[in-house]
Nanobody, 122 residues
Framework: VQLQASGGGLVQAGGSLRLSCAASGRQVSSYAMGWFRQAPGKEREFVAAISWSGGSTYYADSVKGRFTISRGNAKNTVYLQMNSLEPEDTAVYYC????????????????WGQGTLVTVSS
């Protein structure tokens, strides 16, 4: 399974960005997917996750109500719509895939994308 994240960039506080993660490989539509982020000098942290069907979603408290995770109709693309961005959201964002259930634990994920940088200016 290969994951390609895109959509990062520079945005002002209060603005929006949509990240995309294109997945390829066998049975990729059967994988639960997650978004994580890592700010400079900090550990990688959970942002959001979605089940393989798209029917269940989970969010970190810090982004709940501002970010939305979704899957495309073909289930091989996952999006992260980020609204009301704050400078604290600045980080490299990674998408990840697991053949298990959706999780907020980084070690539960089997495959990782290369990351896309989001910078929010104040």
């Amino acid at each position: 399974v290969q994951l390609q994240a895109s959509g990062g960039g520079l945005v002002q506080a209060g603005g929006s960005l949509r990240l995309s993660c294109a997945a390829s490989g066998r049975q990729v539509s059967s994988y639960a997917m997650g978004w994580f982020r890592q700010a400079p000098g900090k550990e990688r942290e959970f942002v959001a996750a979605i089940s393989w069907s798209g029917g269940s979603t989970y969010y970190a408290d810090s982004v709940k109500g501002r970010f939305t995770i979704s899957r495309g109709n073909a289930k091989n693309t996952v999006y992260l719509q980020m609204n009301s961005l704050e400078p604290e959201d600045t980080a490299v964002y990674y998408c990840a895939a697991t053949f298990g259930v959706q999780s907020w634990v980084t070690t539960d994920y089997d495959y990782w994308g290369q990351g896309t940088l989001v910078t929010v200016s104040s």
